[in-house]
Every structure is written in C-alpha cells, then in structure tokens.
C-alpha cells in the first residue's frame, strides 16, 4: 500500500510539472489551451506513421484538407524538413512537364513583380492612380476579418506577413489596428456592408475612405462582391463576436448579429461596378480591384468589354476566388455546391482577359484552396500573377481543422472568440511560423519553376502543367 501510494504521489507531482510546464511555455497552442491531455494528440499524430499498415483511413481522404497537405504546412511553419520518403503518396488532378536541361542554380532569376495600377502622369489612360504597388512576393494572405479572426490571430499575421514580405487582406471586417501593427503592407477590403468605411447609413463613406487611405501601409482597396465560401450571401459574425471594439471597427451595434447583405446595393450592374471602382480609386488615389467568385461566363465578356470601352471603369487587379468554400461560416449548399472551383474558373478568367486585350491592364489574383507549392505554381501556369491564400496561413498559425471557426470556441485560439482559448495563441512565436510557411512555400514554387526550364517563377506558363486522371493503365494524359 506504501508503495502504491509513492507511486502515485510520484505520478501526480509529475502530472502536476507538465501542467505547469504547459501553460507557459508559447509554441504550442493546443498544449497552452489543454495542459497534459494535448499531448495524446501530439502522440497519435506522430506515432499514426509508423502505425500506418493499421490505419483504417488513409492521410489523403480527410476533407475538406487531407493529412499530407497540412503535414507539409505544420512542417514548413515550424522550420522542419519536408522531404518524403519511398516515394509519392499522392494522386495528382495535374503534373508539371519537366524540361530534359533544368536551370542551373547560377542561371536562375529574381522574380519580378507585376505591377497593379497606372501611375498617374501626362499621358496616362482614364483609371490612373496616384501610388500603383508593386507587391514583393507572388504569394500573399488573403482576406480574413478580425472578429472572425482572433486579435492574437491577426497580430500574428501582421508581423508574419512584414517579417516574410507578403501583403495581408483585411477581409470584409474592416481594418483593425492588428492588421498594422506588424507593419507589413494591407489590403482593405470592401464587402457589401462597407464595413470600416460604411456611414450612419450603410453607404459608402468618402471621409472614412481618406482615412483608411491615409495609412501608407494601406497599398490597395479591393470591392468584394463574392467569396468562395459563400458566393450569394454576405458575410455572417455571429452577436456574441461583436464586441464594442468590432462593433466600433465596422461601424454596426455592439451585441447583434452582424449579418452583411448579399450583394452591394448600390452596384447592380456591370456600370455602376465599374463606377464604383472608378470611384474609391479617384478618393483613395490607390489601385483598386475586385474579388468574385465565377459564374457565368459571358459576365466575363461583358465586363472586360466594358472595361475596353470605359478605361476608367477597369479595375486594376480582379481577384478570381474558387468555389470549395473558404474560411468563413456559411450555408452548406452554398459552400459545397455554388461558384466554379479554382481549376475551373482560373482558366476561363485569364483567357477571357488576354482575348480583351487586357493582359497588362488587369492583374488576375488566385485563390480557393491554393495552400502548397504545387498547387500555386499551377496558378501561375494556368495565368494567375498573384495567389493568395487564407486557409494555409491559418495552418501555420496552428489550426487544426477542428471546424469549429463560426462558434466562437476555436480550441487552437485562431477563430476563437473565448479569452481563455485566445491566449493560448502567441503572436511572436505564430508569426516566425507565417513567415517560415511563406518563404518556403515560394521556394519550392522556384524549385518547380527551375525544374520545368523556366529561371523564376514568372516564367511559368501553361504549356508546363498537363491535366492527368487515373486510367486502368494508369495516368493518362488530358492535354496542356
């Protein structure tokens, strides 16, 4: 019985010391939210690959991100190395053509970036602004609200972003001051509510536009009409996130749900988009675009004719968000069955653009579940000049697809609306995590570039990817 009760004694102090240790230590999120008990998870994560002969679900079923995709980006975030071994578990939609010389090491290139927007000057064409950006990196985070987003979330991805030269996009929640206070460059976006630059009203707020304009960090506004998640219904905060801080950022009560129209009322039609755009360009004297999620295709033909006729109604960037549904609460139809998905939709948006003769005119920005470097080099064959992505930074912050982003208890603190839960979440070690995951994702996207002839990832193109499916002698080709 003495020794039973040492034992257990012995078993509690240690017990005890994790715990302590647990809650204080910063890198761990999900340790830092549930001492002693998370380490169950870290322990059948890592044990499952050597468990695997025993696995009754493979690491590429999970939904709507498979195994092998997170893997690559928890080991990316956290510095580990990545390379696999006994070859390749995947069975790919696409393949990269290598070239039979690849580029040497001393022959490749700086990418170089694409610039959005006209610079203002004497001869400068209708649509013209005063500060066109040229953005440092091909690959960027795209827009997710602060409210929806932890405080602790966005800090992270604000310093993440300045420390690995990538923009950061507000999303429709307006802008918080923890998008700037990493100092890395923002996108302002502007959903149907006109959330951060809305007046008594709901309507657009030319002295809040100045405002936001005034930011030297703000390096571009962007006019949301849709997103992937849910294309035809606006964006949805639940009450219990609207705090008098996320309340006094959007410009709505406190306490209510905020619930975002599913369109802009004062847009109707393809002019008085262009009018709109027109518009925030001429008040903010900043480029301007717009993100949509593609339906049909002669809105395409409209628009671009349109653009062609009124250059001052031609945005100068449209964001092109696939269909699969994205990181926002939303209607399970419309996640899972409106919009056309990236592979889909990309294609048409970059042929349609280059047939108006807009290639120059109109940067294509990509983005819809575009998370490794695969996928992204993809995006670029197919005529994407930027991609941008909202899901894989939130892996590198530590979400663990627990699908629990729209209650408020997110048990890794990156959705989560609970104090308790948020703290677990340490901005300064999350964002060397974003950092980490953003440069080495453009690396490898290089390193596929170089493998198919090209010195930098802007040589890309569409003749170096082929569509594949699974055949019964195995891939066959579907053409370039």
Not at 33 to 48: A, K, L
Not at 308 to 336: F, K, M, R, S, V
Not at 438 to 458: D, P, W
Request: with cysteine.
């Amino acid at each position: 019985m003495t020794i039973l009760l040492v034992l257990l004694l012995v078993a509690a102090a240690l017990i005890a010391a994790v715990y302590v240790y647990d809650t204080r230590q910063t890198s761990h999120t999900i340790l830092r939210n549930y001492p002693v008990i998370g380490h169950f998870r870290y322990f059948s994560e890592s044990f499952g690959e050597y468990m695997r002969q025993y696995q009754y679900l493979p690491d590429w079923v999970e939904r709507p991100f498979n195994r092998l995709e997170r893997a690559w980006i928890y080991r990316t975030a956290k510095g580990i190395s990545n390379l696999v071994s006994f070859g390749s578990e995947t069975s790919p939609a696409f393949a990269f053509r290598p070239a039979a010389f690849g580029v040497l090491e001393e022959e490749t290139t700086e990418w170089t970036p694409r610039r959005i927007g006209i610079a203002e000057g004497p001869n400068a064409p209708l649509g013209a602004c005063r500060e066109p950006y040229d953005p440092p990196s091909f690959f960027n985070i795209s827009g997710m609200s602060y409210g929806a987003l932890s405080h602790a979330a966005v800090s992270a991805l604000s310093r993440g972003a300045k420390m690995g030269g990538v923009w950061l996009a507000t999303g429709e929640g307006g802008l918080a001051p923890y998008h700037l206070e990493g100092g890395c460059d923002v996108i302002m976006q502007i959903g149907t509510a006109k959330y951060g630059v809305r007046d008594e009203h709901g309507a657009l707020s030319e002295s809040r536009l100045r405002e936001i304009a005034a930011h030297p960090q703000v390096r571009m506004f962007e006019v949301k009409l849709a997103q992937g998640a849910k294309p035809g219904k606006g964006g949805i905060l639940p009450a219990a996130k609207v705090t008098a801080e996320i309340a006094a950022i959007r410009g709505i009560p406190q306490g209510q749900a905020s619930i975002s129209p599913n369109r802009h009322a004062d847009i109707a039609n393809i002019q008085q988009l262009g009018a709109f755009v027109d518009r925030v360009r001429r008040i903010t004297g900043k480029p301007v675009g717009v993100k949509f999620v593609m339906g049909q295709e002669s809105f395409l033909d409209d628009w671009f004719a349109d653009c062609t006729a009124n250059p001052a109604h031609c945005p100068d960037y449209i964001q092109i968000d696939g269909g699969e549904g994205g990181t926002g609460a939303a209607p399970a139809p419309l996640a899972d069955y409106v919009g056309l998905p990236i592979t889909q939709a990309l294609p048409l948006v970059a042929e349609a653009r280059d047939r108006h003769g807009l290639r120059t005119r109109i940067r294509i920005l990509a983005s819809g579940k575009l998370v490794t470097p695969d996928k992204v080099a993809w995006a670029l064959c197919m005529g994407a000049d930027y991609v941008s992505s909202a899901r894989g930074f939130m892996f590198a912050l530590g979400c663990i697809q627990a699908m629990k982003c729209g209650s408020g208890h997110c048990p890794t603190g990156v959705t989560s609306a609970d104090p308790r839960l948020i703290r677990g979440l340490d901005p300064t070690d999350k964002s060397v995590r974003v950092m980490h995951y953003a440069k080495r994702l453009r690396e490898e996207v290089e390193m596929i570039a170089h493998s198919c002839g090209a010195t930098n990832a802007g040589g890309l193109r569409p003749e170096h990817v082929t569509g594949i499916e699974r055949g019964v002698g195995g891939f066959r080709n579907l053409g370039g």
